[in-house]
């Protein structure tokens, strides 16, 4: 035995990884800031001026530490949906409810399912933890609740993602097919409904928030619409019995109260979110007109970014991106075929737009050509 | 099978707990708010106003992501405490870093070590990933280093946890006494040295950050004399195999935005935290002469709260708390005897000690007539 600690058999088998490189990092390896961040799919509208007061006017009082039961934007929340505050858990985003949901429910010889191509960082998370992952294809740019579910009967998975609009292809299914696919999950498995992306949806994307029952979980955030994507404020709506047992593991005091303040302002400031919906879908008409002017096919998007069909395979999507972020514009793409033949633009502003619409020809000539 | 989820065994065996009620919660319970808030060891006397000011600052820019890596904090603890940046991991305070940690070492049938009567939270931590724990006595009102060591090489321990200054007595030791501990930390077993309350105790308490190798990790915080608690900032300071680690199973998107700007201005502060010291020197001989004047003993403290022995047994105590939470002073008590004989008031500004020396009285006298 060494001096050296002894990590798990499960932890000495994993990689120290991060399922993102952030932005900063990429400008710290370029040497200058992007010119245009458009690659996490935040809200470069920004959160609620009343929201960025709310947390001005909390960072005094940063000293003391958050509520650790949120009661009073669970209950702002549990108002806002009209259902009652413990049937919601509030925690430091997504990510964060994802991993302690996947702790619980998951260990060595569990089975899950998502998506091949769809969340990283819920792949992170079940690896994390030891399950095995079954990952289903696309069918076309779409998450194909069917094959998720037959694919979860036939392994016997404990838990299914699904992420409804979809990141990273920004398609939608209709609240009539997701509530089909809730009735659908096997006993003994729980359905994962990610709405990160839901406030930037049509009308009738999401079942009603009160009709859910024992068979899935539906996670929201102030990452996306409510421009929040730093204060780390998510939620997880779900049966009782599954939210209580949250308690169990989560860490209580792990709320910034600065973002809690300023969740509560912003839930509360729905016309701010009204503006952002409309500068959402003025940016998402701008980018697919400049993909356009530029050969290519933007996809319909149900989200605050839209994907660009590059039109070619992968290797050529990803030159592409190389040559938008060498000159400054900061975007992603789908990791995997035939999805990664796309990349991934988050609306921007019209300055973030301009950047990029002058940054894409010369892109695509330099793909073209390398 | 049920269409309820399937939690893990672990998870099933697990309560639904909090370490600690907050006390929005008991305010909520009471009706009323508290008069006097010093249970939890927060710094009354706040951040340092340039923290404040780039909290306020960075509040606007929330739309984005924080950082993953932490580079400009991790750079800038790095150079304040004359290390290379890959020996430090920044997550969202200790308890997230603990969880980490934890997680990373524990898996059912591994063995830790800690006193009886530590921080509750940690044990929280090794519950929930189902290790077991062993608790040694303290020594008077002091943690056993020798104590803990011994334990730790009889049951074959991962893991030792030991914080200098210690929660919740106020004591500490020495830096040499906790060198010598670190030599005998046994092959194959991990030292956490939490050093939540290093910044107010007198000099010598910490050894030097240097020359730590792979037998501890230190962790230090925003929290306490920073007075950042809500803002969720601390590090780890270790060995580089064993911080590079973490990166397997953090949550890289887990900081707040503002926070990581708040701490980084905080640090460069260290005037604030001069200042702040002495307040906590001045306030710590104030509670000390109260427990005085109601015939009490305060125990010497190395922190930013004084532990009041209440003289009689744990029942007595418990009372004493009861009546100062009734009369609107939340503080807080250790939970094993012998210490539960004691209640631990939190450093305060004048009108928070006026108020906690006007309510003492008659909490003393109830208690005795309860």
Redesign the interface.
């Known amino acids: ?11 000495a088998t ?7 490189v ?1 932005p ?2 990429q400008e ?1 390896a370029r040497s200058a800031p992007f010119e245009a ?1 458009l690659g ?1 799919n ?6 609620s001026p009343r929201a ?1 007061e709310a ?2 006017k ?12 949120n ?1 009073d934007l669970r209950q702002a929340l549990a108002d806002h949906h009209g259902i009652s505050a413990d049937h919601i858990m509030i925690d ?2 997504i ?2 409810l994802l ?1 302690v949901l996947v ?5 060595s010889g ?1 089975h899950v399912v998502t998506s091949a191509g769809a969340y990283p ?1 819920f792949n992170y998370h079940v690896a ?1 933890f030891g399950g095995t992952l079954h990952q289903v294809p696309y069918k076309g740019d779409f998450e194909d609740p069917d094959a998720l579910i037959s694919k979860a009967d036939e392994v016997g998975a ?1 838990l299914i993602y699904f992420a409804n609009p979809d990141n990273p292809m920004g398609s939608q299914h209709k609240a009539a097919t997701i509530e089909k696919m809730i009735e659908n ?1 096997p ?4 359905l994962i409904l990610d709405e990160a992306y839901i406030e930037m949806a049509p009308e009738g994307s999401a079942p009603t928030v009160a009709e859910t ?3 899935v979980i539906r996670m929201r955030t102030f ?1 996306k619409g409510y ?6 404020v998510g939620y997880a709506i779900g ?1 009782v ?2 939210i ?6 989560r ?9 809690q303040a ?1 969740a509560l302002a912003a839930l509360k400031d729905q016309d701010w979110l009204n503006q952002v919906q409309e500068n959402v879908q003025v940016a998402r008409a701008w980018i697919t007109q400049i993909a356009a002017e530029n050969g290519l096919t933007a996809l319909p998007s149900s989200t605050n970014f839209v994907t660009i069909d590059c039109g070619r395979d992968g290797a050529f999507a990803k030159r592409v991106l190389g040559h938008l972020i060498e000159a400054g514009i900061f975007v992603r793409m789908p990791f995997v075929a035939p999805q990664d033949r796309c990349i991934r633009v988050s609306c921007g502003t019209s300055i973030d737009l301009d950047a990029f619409a002058a940054a894409l020809p010369t892109a695509l000539e330099r793909a073209k050509s390398d």
């Open positions: 035995m060494t001096n050296d600690p002894r990590l798990t058999n499960l932890a994993l990689p120290a990884t991060v399922p993102f952030g900063e990092a710290r961040r996490a935040e809200s470069v509208f920004g959160p960025i947390m001005q909390a960072a005094a009082d940063v000293w003391m530490y958050a509520d650790p039961e009661h430091a985003g990510d964060t991993g702790r619980l429910l998951i260990t569990d960082t994390g404990k999950v006993d003994g498995c729980l029952g024992t068979r990452s421009g929040m994507a730093g204060a780390r049966a019995d599954l209580t047992a949250f308690n169990k593991v860490n209580h005091f792990g709320m910034c109260r600065i973002s300023g």
